[in-house]
């Protein structure tokens, strides 16, 4: 399990990842797929997911279309013109702080520790 | 991805739906969300062989219903965050204006000078300002859900009537255009409210009453504005005849009297003081109507006028220039008069001179009509004034 505090200012970035593979995507696949993919490293609560989906719905980003679904509303998310140049950005934001890291964690500083 | 084998029966949604009511989420389509994650959680769990009831104690056990309600605040929270700014900004430039309305209406009761810039202030900072705002955040917010093509409509008239205001006050063209688009915008509310009240089933008589009466407030309005237009560009042409008449006949009797001094009285009364008197007569009377050309430059726009002109008359420009040097010109003519009367023993005009060739008597906090017709009635009273005196002096000579 990864420890929700390091998770917390990626998952933006991880939804909109998920949502530019996938035409489009309801909230417990989103958790499901996260899960699946990561084999159970990153559980992304419903508490965590749906502030951020409604938060890109205000901002344009993603767009809503209802539908019944064995007895009862379903609600799939789909990327907007504009989420997907948001998307396209944050993925790369991601992948540069992950570089960064790296380079952070593997560094040799010259010097023993201990 | 539908994976699970297991679907839950409606009852058992509606167990679920009921359950989620209870924490009372307002917001968007939130609870719609929450009620389809929790029963594919349910679905799940009963997937791998639990029963709905253990399935069910289990996800809620795991969520904690009383997190639901956290679920949409911090959900509000995140979204409101940046958007607070806005919001305080649309309640100051809100209550600013109204402020500035009612300043300016104190300041007018108490003839105040300045009562007219808070007014258009007030305009500014609702037009530009708070109506923006408003929208975005009713928009953002979607503070209105139903109807809200209505409410659009009705922000778009109120936005075009001040911005009319703007142009009427800064004397800007195409305000014809401006009146035109607020009738089409006032038309197509009254269509939206109209049909939104048909749909609403409650009150439907009440609501249908009162979209019947704005409409007939309306329709009284149009109705009156193209009447009282109408007579009162009448009434302007008949005073505009009837000076005009008056005009030309003392003018003609003018060119009698000029043509008796000639036969009559070359020898009792100095030519030059004669035609000094006809001269500067001419000139004044030339001055004011140089003056009215400039006021309506086209005579079309005087017999076609719109309420447009009708507006107060603006002591601004070259206008103004032109009305000091106005009041100069008459006040020197009425001196001159008043010396010549003098002169020639003939005071018993003084109190006519005095009450009649008053520049004040233009009156120019009327509307340019108003001092167009003022003008004209000065330019009339000028020439009585100009065949008395050349009448006084014949019969003097005559006695």
């Known amino acids: 399990m990864i420890e929700k505090q390091l998770l917390k200012g990626s998952l933006k970035s991880i939804v909109l990842k998920l949502l530019k593979e996938h035409d489009r995507m309801y909230g417990y696949e989103i958790t499901q797929k996260i899960e699946d993919l990561t084999n159970n490293k990153i559980k992304l609560t419903f508490g965590a997911l749906y502030p951020i989906l409604h938060k890109l719905e205000y901002d344009g980003d993603v767009i809503t279309e209802s539908e019944i679904v064995n007895n009862r509303t379903r609600v799939y998310y789909k990327l907007t013109t504009k989420g997907e140049k948001t998307a396209k950005l944050k993925i790369s934001e991601l992948k540069e702080f992950i570089e960064t890291l790296t380079v952070i964690i593997n560094a040799d500083y010259g010097f023993a520790i201990g | 991805m539908d994976s699970q084998l297991v679907k839950l029966n409606p009852d058992q949604i509606r167990f679920i739906e009921d359950d989620v009511r209870k924490a009372g989420i307002g917001f968007s389509h939130l609870e719609t969300d929450l009620i389809d994650h929790i029963c594919c959680y349910v679905e799940e769990l009963m997937d791998i062989g639990n029963s709905f009831e253990d399935a069910y104690k289990k996800v809620k056990k795991e969520i904690g219903y009383n997190n639901l309600k956290y679920i949409e605040i911090k959900t509000i929270l995140l979204i409101t965050k940046k958007f607070e700014t806005m919001k305080t900004f649309m309640k100051i430039t809100g209550i600013s204006g109204i402020s500035l309305f009612l300043i300016s209406l104190i300041f007018k009761m108490n003839h105040l000078a300045g009562a007219n810039v808070l007014f258009l202030l007030g305009v500014i900072c609702i037009a530009f300002a708070y109506i923006p705002s408003l929208l975005i955040t009713v928009k953002k917010e979607k503070l209105i859900k139903r109807n809200i093509h209505v409410f659009y409509s009705a922000a778009v008239t109120v936005f075009l009537f001040l911005i009319t205001y703007i142009f009427t006050v800064m004397h800007w063209p195409y305000k014809s255009y401006m009146i035109l688009l607020i009738w089409i915008s006032t038309f197509v509310f ?210």
């Open chain 2, 190 to 399: 009254i269509l939206l409210l109209f049909f939104s009240a048909i749909k609403i089933q409650e009150n439907r008589i009440i609501n249908l009453s009162a979209v019947l009466i704005l409409t007939i407030i309306v329709a009284l309005n149009i109705f009156s504005y193209s009447i009282t237009d109408r007579n009162s560009q009448n009434e302007i042409r008949v005073l505009e005849y009837n000076l005009k008449e008056s005009n030309e006949y003392f003018s003609h009797k003018t060119e009698e009297l000029k043509h008796q001094f000639k036969t009559k009285i070359d020898d009792s009364v100095n030519p030059d003081n004669y035609k000094d008197l006809v001269n500067r007569t001419e000139a004044i009377l030339n001055q004011l109507e140089s003056f009215n050309n400039k006021l309506f430059p086209d005579e079309r726009k005087l017999h076609n006028y719109n309420k447009s002109i009708l507006k107060p008359y603006i002591k601004k420009g070259s206008i103004q220039d032109e009305a000091i040097n106005l009041e100069v010109s008459v006040r020197a003519y009425q001196e001159s008069i008043l010396d010549f009367t003098n002169k020639y023993n003939i005071t018993t005009l003084d109190q006519y001179i005095r009450r009649s060739v008053i520049f004040s008597q233009i009156d120019f906090n009327q509307n340019s009509v108003v001092v167009y017709n003022n003008i004209q009635r000065l330019q009339r009273d000028i020439r009585i004034l100009e065949s008395e005196i050349l009448g006084e002096i014949l019969r003097k000579s005559d006695s």
